[in-house]
């Protein structure tokens, strides 16, 4: 039994969940550009970090392999985010998603 | 024939139009449109040839019959976008990005050619991301307009957000079987509560891609601030693909709790119908409009998908297949309207039929073809999943749909009324369309009629979905 | 792995490193005014704010050096097992850099890698 997998696993689904859901509310109340960004990283890692758990206590690689392509992934999504939001601060000068409101229905 | 010949071709010619765009110098860029366009045509026409069906990386990618020609469906609609668009990337601002244009798109068409191949949800996972991200930069792709990096923003977070809610529920699934694998995880699918939890979050975030009715708040704002090109591709080949691949992991992984899911895409499909209908009904931005009609045409793609029959199976590829050619001729003439006035309000299109008799047609058919009007290929599309639906016993579903229908069917008539009935002091003034245009529309309009009178190709669909579920 | 190859990786990595601080001193263009050798912050009130905000320069520098840099993810498992795979692995990176460097090819000749 490794260090890993003495703490059970309820822990890490617990800790995870919480951590997923910090990042979901940061998505979702916060109005500056870039502290949405980094609740989506925030809300990845703690799947991550599920995974990487999952792996060792089902002791199969194709987890921890998962969490390589999500890293990447998830760097191409905040390279192309932070990209538009470059875009969006230099016609407004803001970051403040709340100027974001050229199209209301 | 190569298993992976499909995305072999498309990765090839990606390559090259890169390699090419990066040697060409930036007065020379318009020339790489023709060659995009004919490449891609020659990928279409290869995609055709009969394939042998395999499986790659130890299942993680499968090739069947479906999958092939679920392809070729795609690649007919990228194709149909590329010609519709070289209107609009001919124009000033767009001059020195246009073979990121074609690079773009052709990433994201890789991506959902993966996606709708994976037999592992890792696979899925980068195809579904691939053919997301991308999507974002072409959202923002007139960056000059606040509107289209608007549009960019809330696609690249609402669409992170959702492949995270996503990738949440893979994660559980993955650790209550211990496996990605389609064909291991299946067996193990029992319904124990982290399963139904995972199940739900998997569901959530495939329903923010195909924008069913919680989930759909992100889609009229992205629709409107993107070009119209853009919106046509995001409304009409995006959704068919995540809907394909979202109908294969609900009939073959998640098959052992279909009554759970019965249920929630029961009450997702009455919502998804109504409010679409609902909030089309008060749209004047014919995007827009456009829009909140793709989201009701969503919730009708779900009638397909609820009964878990070979016939669902192929009514959804079918409704697919007709849905591109039907909205691709719509978005069609707003794009090149807009492209040209700018004028993408339903009461700037007040006799239109006088000034442009030619593309008022062409709307009148597409807007018919959607609204299920015979003899065009939208009512069969529309007729086969309601008796897919009907013939699993949702007789109230099937009436519910019925109703929207015809409400569906009163705000297209109102776009067909302005065009053809209303007078208007100052109509949009003829407009001289280029052959790209013309033969972009020409095929949206032969796709709508010939595939409504040839019922070959539905049997043909109807054969190959044998087995799948 | 024996002590030996150890010592050789250290003192290879060490020369490749000072090789490399050395090369640039002769290689990059060095210019010497007074005002570089005056005193930095010595009872000159700074101009402006401090909280200056970062020029947008450095995002493009940022997220070019993201993308490159997180694909060394992939490099290290192919490292462990290059040596069982063989010729399939060689060819299999050679793709992948291929790839990597026509996108490093692109972001140069759009002119990103420059510093305005």
Not at chain 1, 35 to 57: G, K, Q, R
Not at chain 2, 137 to 150: D, G, V
Not at chain 2, 329 to 352: H, P, Q, W
Request: charged fraction near 10%.
């Amino acid at each position: 039994m490794t260090t890993l997998q003495s703490i059970p696993i309820q822990y890490y689904l617990v800790f995870c969940s919480l951590l997923f859901s910090i990042g979901v509310v940061g998505v979702l109340i916060k109005r500056n550009a870039l502290v949405i960004l980094m609740s989506i990283e925030l809300m990845i890692n703690s799947i991550n970090l599920l995974l990487a758990a999952f792996s060792a206590y089902t002791n199969d690689p194709a987890g921890q392999i998962f969490v390589f392509f999500i890293m990447v992934v998830a760097a191409a999504e905040v390279a192309i985010g932070l990209a538009i939001v470059v875009l969006i601060y230099r016609t407004t000068h803001t970051i403040d998603i709340n100027v974001l409101n050229k199209l209301r229905w | 024939m190569l298993i992976m010949r499909h995305e072999l071709l498309l990765i090839a010619i990606t390559v090259i139009l890169l390699i090419v765009e990066i040697f060409l110098p930036n007065t020379q860029k318009h020339k790489i449109i023709l060659p995009a366009i004919l490449l891609m045509a020659a990928v279409t026409v290869i995609g055709f040839f009969p394939g042998t069906p395999g499986v790659l990386f130890g299942g993680m990618f499968q090739s069947t019959q479906l999958t092939m020609m679920f392809k070729n469906i795609l690649n007919i609609g990228v194709l149909i976008v590329f010609i519709q668009s070289v209107d609009w990337l001919k124009q000033d601002q767009n001059k020195e990005k246009i073979s990121e244009f074609f690079l773009l798109m052709l990433a994201t068409l890789i991506g959902m050619n993966y996606m709708i191949s994976s037999g592992d949800f890792l696979m899925f996972y980068i195809g579904l991301e691939l053919a997301t991200i991308p999507v974002a930069a072409l959202a923002a792709f007139e960056r000059l307009k606040e509107k289209s990096a608007e549009a960019g923003v809330k696609l690249i977070f609402s669409s992170a957000l959702s492949s995270g809610i996503l990738l949440y529920g893979l994660s559980m699934i993955y650790g209550t079987t211990g496996t990605m694998y389609f064909a291991d995880v299946a067996p193990l699918i029992t319904g124990v509560p982290l399963q139904v939890l995972a199940f739900i979050f998997f569901f959530a975030g495939m329903a923010f891609k195909i924008s069913l009715v919680p989930f759909h708040l992100w889609t009229a704002d992205v629709y409107e601030g993107a070009p119209v090109n853009v919106t046509s591709y995001l409304s009409v080949i995006s959704k068919g693909a995540a809907v394909f691949i979202f109908t294969i992991i609900l009939y073959t992984v998640f098959s052992k709790i279909a009554v759970m899911w019965s249920d929630l895409i029961y009450v997702v499909t009455i919502l998804t119908i109504t409010v679409g209908n609902l909030f089309a009904l008060r749209q004047q931005n014919l995007k827009r409009f456009l829009a909140f009609s793709s989201i009701a045409q969503a919730g009708f793609i779900l009638l397909g998908v609820i009964g878990q029959s070979q016939l669902g199976m192929t009514t959804v590829i079918y409704f697919v297949l007709v849905y591109i050619f039907s909205n691709l001729g719509a978005f069609g003439v707003v794009g090149i309207i807009s492209n040209r006035t700018g004028k993408e309000n339903i009461n700037d299109y007040d006799g239109l039929y006088r000034t442009n008799p030619n593309l008022s047609l062409v709307m009148m058919l597409a807007l018919f073809s959607l609204a299920g009007i015979p003899p065009l290929a939208g009512f069969f599309g529309k007729f086969f999943l309601f008796t897919a639906a009907a013939k699993q016993g949702y007789y109230i579903l099937v009436l519910i749909a019925l109703i929207n229908t015809i409400i569906s069917l009163y705000y297209y008539l109102l776009v067909i009324k302005a065009m053809l009935l209303n007078n208007s002091d100052h109509p949009i003034a003829k407009i001289r369309s280029d052959n790209y245009t013309r033969l972009g529309l020409l095929i949206c309009v032969a796709g709508m009629v010939i595939i409504g009178f040839t019922s070959s190709i539905y049997e043909m669909v109807f054969n190959l979905s044998f087995g799948l579920y | 792995m024996s002590a030996e190859s150890l010592i050789l990786f250290f003192i290879v990595g060490a020369f490749l490193v000072g090789f490399a601080i050395v090369f640039s001193i002769f290689v990059a263009p060095t210019s010497t005014n007074p005002q570089k050798a005056e005193p930095y912050e010595c009872g000159i009130p700074t101009e402006g704010l401090t909280w200056l905000q970062f020029n947008v320069g450095y995002y493009l520098f940022a997220i070019i050096f993201l993308i490159f840099d997180v694909e060394a993810v992939f490099i290290f498992p192919w490292a462990v097992v290059m040596k069982e795979m063989g010729m399939i692995a060689f060819v299999e990176i050679v793709i992948f850099f291929f790839v990597l460097g026509l996108g490093l090819l692109y972001a140069w000749k759009k002119g990103a890698l420059k510093w305005e």
